[in-house]
Each structure stands twice: as C-alpha cells, then as structure tokens.
C-alpha cells in the first residue's frame, strides 16, 4: 500500500510543503520514522525531531514556524494528531478490517441470519438460530454458539469462542482466543468430600463498544447475566467469574481476575494481575494498583487501592517504605530494649 | 422451551396450588424473577421475598405454611432445592449439552473409533487411533491429537486443544480454549547461556468427573504423566506445569499457576492467583488464600496458609493488622530513641 | 514404536550387556522404570537405583563398574546423558513432530507460499502472501493471518493464532492456543470519561529458536514492532503488551505479565507470575522472583529482585523474615513504652 504525499494531503485537506510527488508505504513515530514512512508532530516538546527525522513526510500544523531546513515533505494541516489518527485507523481497516464476503468451508446453523457487508473467514462456525448484525467480521475458527445476539460493527478475531445465548452490542472487539460463557466455577460440596456441579444456565451480555482481550475468559451466570457495560475494556487474560458484573467505561488490564457476583463501578481503572474477591461491590471510580487483592467492598467513589489484601494507596506507600527497613527497626528495637534492662550500667 | 405450571409438577411429583394452566420459560433466583420465570423457596431466610417476588411460579415445601397470600402458582414438593436443581440440569441440557450427531466438515483420523450417542461439531479434529467413548460431546474446533483415550459422557468444548496421547476419564468436562499436554518448560542451559529444549515425551492424565476451566493449561509430564485425579475441579486460566500431580476432589481456582513436580494433595483448596513453587508437595485438606504463594511442602493435613511467601493464616492475618501500621510503629519507636538518649531532660 | 535393545545400541554406536533381543516400548526415569521401558544412568548419585531399576535397559558409561548384579540389560556408550536425549528427540519426532503433507480440508490464502516437507493440518488457516519455509508443521486450527512470515522448521501447534504481519524466525515452537499480534491495550480518554480505540498498527517479531507457551499472548506493537529476540523461552499464559522488547536467551515463566514499551534485558529470569510495569529497562542478567512486582528500571546487571513492589533479593528476605513476627515486634514495643512512661515505678 503506497501513496504519494500528494493523493495523503488531498486526503486531509491539507497543503504540501516540497515534493508532493515523494511515496510512502507506512507509518511511524517521529524519532523511529525511516525513508518511506510518513509521521507527524503534534506536541511542540517533539519539535527538534522534526529536524532530524528520516521519515519522508510530516504531517505538522498549519501554524508551525520553521526554525530550521527540514528534508522531509511537510503536509500542513489544522489538527495533526487528528490527521495521523485517522490515517492509522484507515490503514488499520486496509490491512486487517477491511475484509468482506465469505471464505469457504464456513459453518451458518440453521436459523441464523447476519446482516450486510459481513466477513466469515474460513473454518468460522456459526450456531443455530443466532441474530448477527451488519458489518460484522468473524475470523477463522471463531465459535458462535447457538442463539447468539451480535451488533452491528463488531469484530470477533480468530478463534474466539462464544458459548450458546450470549448477548454481544454493537461495535464491540473480542479478540483471539477469548472464552465468553464459559460455565461458572460452582460446584456443591457433598458430604463425602466430592463436588457436585452447579448447572450454569445463565449467559454474558456484552453491551456497546466493549472490548475482550486475547485468550481472556467471561463466565456466565449461574442464572441471570454476567455483564459488562458500555464502552468497558477488558484486556488480555483476565478473568471474570459468574454473575460479575462491570460497570460502564471501566478499564481492566492483563491477567486480573474478579470473583463471582462482584460488581465493579463505573470508570474504575483495575491495573494488571489485580484479584478482586467474591460478593464485593467497588464504587464508580476505584483505582486498583498492579498486583493488588482487594477483599473488601469499596463504598466511597474515586478511591486508590493497593496491596494484597488491599488498603488506601497512600497508607500502602508509607507502609511499603517502613517494610524494607523492618530489619533496622528490629535492630533498633533490640538496642532500645538493652538500654532499657542494663540501666544501671550506663 | 415453555412449559406450564403443570405439566412441571407433573414431572417433579408435585402438587400445584393456584393456575396450573400459567406459563413459564425460564429459570431464575427468587429475588430476581419475573413474569414467565419459575423460581424455588429452600431456605426459610428467604420466605419474606415469596410473598413479592414477581415469578409466575415457585417450587415449595409440602410442609410450608403460607403466612400471607401469594401471587404466584406454587408447586409443593418434599425437596424444594434439589427439584430446582434437577429442572436447572434439564434446561441445560436441552441448550447446550443435548446435541447429538456429526456436523460437517469434521475430521476423523485413521483408526480412531468413537461410542455411541455422541456429537462431533463441525470443524472438530480428532487425530489418528483414539479411543474415544459413547455419550461424547465434542464441539467446534475442538483437537484432539493422535492415540488420545477419552471415557464415556466427557465433553469437550468448542476449541479446547488435546495433544497426543492424553487420557481422560468418564464424565470430565474440559472447557473451549483449555490446553492439555502441551510442552513443559525444560529447557537445559549451554554454555553460551543459551537453551535448548528438553524433550517433554510424557502426556497428562485426567481420571474421572475432572472438569478444566475455559484457557486453562496442563503440561505433559517430561517423561510419565502429569495427573489430576478424580473429581478435581480446576478453574480458568490455572496453569498447570510438567509432572504435577494433583489429588482427589482438590479445587483450583482461576489464574492459579502449579509449578513442575510438585504434587498437591486431596480435599485441597487452593484460591485464586495463586502460585506453587515446584518440586513441593502439599498434605491433603491444604487450604491457600487467594494470591499466595506456596514456597515450601506442606506436611500437616488440614492447614491454612497466606501471604506471598505464605505461612499460617493466623499468623499471616496478624502480621498484615500490623503491616497498615508500621508507620505508626516507626514514629512510637523514634519517640522510644529520643526519650532513651535524653534522659536528662525529662 | 517396539524397539530390540540390540537396534537401540546400533545407533548409539554402543555394546550391549545381556540380552540384545529384549524389546522396549518407551522411556522413562531409572527410578520410576518398568517392564519395558528403557532409561540411563549419567549422575553416579543414582548408581544403586541401577541394581534395582525394573527398566527392560539401561545406557551406562562404558567405564561404570557394576558393584552389584544387574537385571536389566545396559548398553555402554561414551556419553549416557547425550544419547538419552538423542533417543527423547527421536521419540518426539515419531509421536508429535514427525508428521508431514497436508491434511483436509486446509485452507491455503491466495499468493502464499509454504516450503518443502511441511504439514499442514486439516482446518489449518494461512491467509494471503504469507512466505512460510521449509520442515514448518501447522497443526489443526492453526490461524496465520495475511502477509506473515514464517522461517524454517518452525511448529505452529493447535489453535495458536498468528495475526496479520507477523514475522516468526526459524526453529521457533508457538504452543496451542498461543495469540501473536492482538491489539495493545491502547485508549484514549475522552472527555466524558469514556475511552477511544488508538489503532494498532504494528507488528510483532519473533527472532529464531524462539518458544511461545500454550495460551500465551503477545500484543502487537502500535506501530513499529513487539520483539522477542533469539532464544528466548516464553511459558503458559505469559502476557506481553505492545512494543515491548525481550532480549536474547531469557527465560520468561508462566502466567508472568510485562507491560507496554518495557524493554527487557538478555539472559534474564522472570519467574512465575511476575509483573513488570511499563516503560521501563531492565538491564541484562536481572532474575526477579516469582510473584514479584518490578516497578522501577533495573541498571546494573546480574541484579536478584523480590517483593511486590520488588527490591533486593537478599533485602526482601531479612524483610520478610522480620514481617512474620510483626505482631512480637508491635508487643515488645508496647512493653518498652509502658516501662518507659512508668519508670518511676521501677
């Protein structure tokens, strides 16, 4: 994929400054940019790159002064970082969104319908009776159980699988190998000892813009929904367990598990490998540090969390400090403690 | 799937009070059931919620005396609980575990056989000489590597990858995603510091009514078997590494990391995110809190342990109390020193 | 795969004691042996085992001298630990590694092209203008995206997924389930708090002889590229976030966690569940512990690290030691400063 930085400019409205005839392939940082790529400067701090920079054409603000000669092709427009998101979002449709139409042998139960302008890719397995909206694209060997609801714009990556009545919105990401409605972890204890399991007949709801990482895994409910709200993020590897429930525009990093029944505010952020207990509520806005384990619920909104079991993130810090010098403390203590017995000594 | 009223006394040996002829689709818990939904009173806590909950019918006790009036059909059975629990493993069932047949394309390999009244999804993979059982569930995208031995009723869910020459009992369930025989970490140092791999030719072993939870992962053992024995139950995303054996009934839960060699008990329990050390071995009836970290062997059947390393669970909680404060225990000291070197002054 | 001792010794280049025509049929450790099983003895700390071994064979040194009658057969060679690995590799190769040709239905994306001597496994994916070499194995339900490349004798295992634009080197091993080139964790917050998608336009590389765990994930980069340079060994369910960097020939254990633009050293050892936070260095030769949380860049080589948050090695355990007896600690402080406040009364 090549243009000119001419066919780019015309693109962004914007005004070329040197050879509009120069051609560029791919995108990059300013301070990595080589010949071929083209790159931009938004935030002034980065300006002195803007004399250096290998990249062959530059997307900077129609107000920019030049302090010094540039090499690189200018392309001025009114908002840089606007411009280079948007051509970072189209060369992301071209090389791995874009894709329509259907590849065979694919696998649509009976009963399922899916709606316009659609990717199935090779080996994708669709189940019975499922509701699949427009614009949808499921990759290879991405399961879809029976009775599935999909809006529109989602993407479901490669090898994804999505167990039978779960509930998925509009524009939402599953990536690869992500497990959403696996059974709940119930089992009843029995009297000698074994466990018996817990049916786990309920489903996920994924609402709008919900994004799964890779290899991530949802349970379902036992009965009910597992939820997550609008706009959540759920990175890769984490776990969230039965009947959890996540609030709206709340960010989950890598490898932290949440316990059955929880439920997690809106606008929290949960930092990566974090475990939340079981039957816990966290408040809009909690912040949990990386590693931390909270076992308690969490009442009042904004608050920061760190440890394991998790306390006030200040408190954490002062107590963390003091925790490397125990060993001093302890040889201070036992000096005190000798002074304290030998008094008439001294 | 509606039934009405009636017709699931029938099936439960019930007795209906109210309009047998009303209508129901679906399960639920009583505090959270509406119209169309049958729910079930087991507790006498929850008695207060028969008289507002929204179901259209409830399974009681023959035995209970109605306080005030009720809007719902009730059914009366002698055991509320375990009729509820039957109709919940009918309703699954009938939505997911019911399927019967072979969808195409799936792939048999050379001498395999498989037993009766089993279901082999399309796109599902079963490599050559298996020995696979009847009343087998085997879904989508599912592998199942050459000379696997699998007993009858296990199911295998949509993408779970078998290697070769794993054996699993009667009655597991292994969950979409879950890895089971893939290498052990063995890499033996050279010289120049870097790896090279050891052979890992053994394979793992489940017995029977083991269930692994969805993206879970167990390694085959270098040479011999990696075992989990029968009825234990391990979570989603728990790792289990080379030669690991586990005991009987022993539950796992999610993002649990077992580290090679080292052989945990029965009647264990070992929370989530935690992490044993290799070459240990646990008694049984060994409890772990929630990201520990077992460090030693554990010989005392029946312990608790906390804390990453971990120790006793009583000591650990005391310890922890006084962790928040250890900067408060710093200021009493330093006013302990400052009162000791100016005696003289007070 | 039924072997004569006599076949065995011929390709060791060794000479049989006892009964060349005895068969075995697998191998296995000296002390956990049976009946057919044939297995060495290199370490003389396991010498008695070889009087007592039910092994069928034994390969000894040519210089051991019994002290004892031996059941088993022995065949001396120069090198037992060498040739005992050579058999384990062979054993690999005929039971898992051997295969080759193409299974089908396999799908096989316009402009792709795939070495001599592969396997590619039924319902294998490779999608377009991918360059794959030769003695490359594709298991079932592999996913190759568009444009990857893939060097020589490299094993890409069940269900792994390979993203679009990947370049993989020679002799790597990507275990099943394993997801390379899943989109960073990247956002941007918005003003009313909910989040936008930065697109990920990189990639990821893999350098040569490079191992990737089962359920594994590696982010791509946003732009530029993820990289895990020559050697290195990455376990089970380790997450790796976008642009970050491992050095050459470190060991990466499971369930470990790095995040984004964090650049690890060569030679390094991150134990199990280890996390390290983003945007940091660390330097060559750095072993963190298992559980351990690094969150600071690390400079001089050869460093120990423990804790979360991590520290010394040898600090945090006089810490840790200290940290059980808090509880003492806090009593004898409070026995001073009772003393201390009453001193009058002495």
New interface residues.
């Given amino acids: 994929m090549e243009f000119t930085v001419g066919q780019i400019a015309e693109v962004l409205h914007g005004a070329v400054e040197g050879d509009a005839a120069l051609r560029v392939d791919r995108?990059?940082?300013i301070e990595?940019a080589q010949a071929g790529a083209i790159t931009f400067l938004a935030n002034p701090k980065y300006e002195p790159q803007l004399y250096t920079t290998g990249a062959t054409a530059v997307i900077v603000s129609r107000t920019l002064e030049l302090r010094q000669p540039v090499t690189a092709a200018l392309i001025r427009v009114e908002d840089p970082y606007s411009c280079f998101?948007a051509l970072?979002?189209f060369?992301?449709q071209s090389?791995?969104t874009g894709r329509r139409g259907v590849?065979e042998?694919s696998?649509l139960g009976a009963g399922s319908t899916i709606g316009d302008n659609h990717y199935r890719?090779?080996?994708s397995?669709i189940g019975e009776n499922c509701i699949i909206g427009q614009d949808v694209l499921i990759?290879?060997?991405a399961?879809i159980?029976?009775?599935c609801r999909i809006g529109d714009g989602t993407i479901i990556?490669?090898?994804a699988?999505i167990?039978?009545?779960t509930v998925i919105g509009a524009r939402c990401?599953v990536?690869?190998?992500a497990?959403i409605g696996?059974?709940g972890?119930g089992?009843a204890p029995q009297p000698d000892?074994?466990?018996r399991?817990?049916?786990?007949?309920g489903n996920v709801v994924l609402e709008d813009?919900v994004?799964v990482?890779?290899?991530a895994?949802i349970?379902c409910a036992t009965?009910?929904s597992t939820i997550i709200r609008e706009?959540s993020?759920v990175?890769?590897?984490v776990?969230i367990?039965h009947n959890v429930e996540v609030g709206?525009?709340t960010?989950i990093?890598?490898?932290t598990?949440i316990?059955g029944s929880t439920k997690i505010g809106?606008?929290c952020v949960l930092a990566?490998?974090t475990?939340i207990?079981g039957h816990l509520t966290l408040a809009d806005k909690t912040t949990v540090t990386?590693?931390s384990?909270v076992?308690k619920s969490i009442k009042v909104s904004g608050e920061f969390l760190q440890g394991?079991?998790a306390?006030s993130l200040r408190?954490s810090l002062?107590?963390?400090?003091?925790?490397?010098?125990?060993?001093e403390?302890?040889r201070?203590?036992t000096a005190?403690?000798r002074?304290?017995q030998t008094p008439e000594k001294s």
């Fill in positions: 995108l990059a940082k990595e998101t970072l979002e060369y992301q090389t791995r590849e042998p696998f890719g090779a080996f397995y990759f290879p060997h399961t159980g029976d009775r990556y490669a090898g699988k167990y039978a009545d990401v990536h690869a190998g497990v696996s059974d972890f089992f000892g074994s466990y399991p817990i049916p786990q007949i813009n994004s990482g890779a290899n895994t349970d009965m009910g706009g993020k990175d890769n590897l776990q367990a709206r525009h960010v990093a890598a490898q598990g316990s809106s606008y990566g490998q475990g207990a990386a590693q384990g076992g394991s079991p306390f408190d002062r107590a963390n400090a003091i925790f490397r010098h125990l060993p403390l302890d201070r203590l005190l403690e002074n304290a």
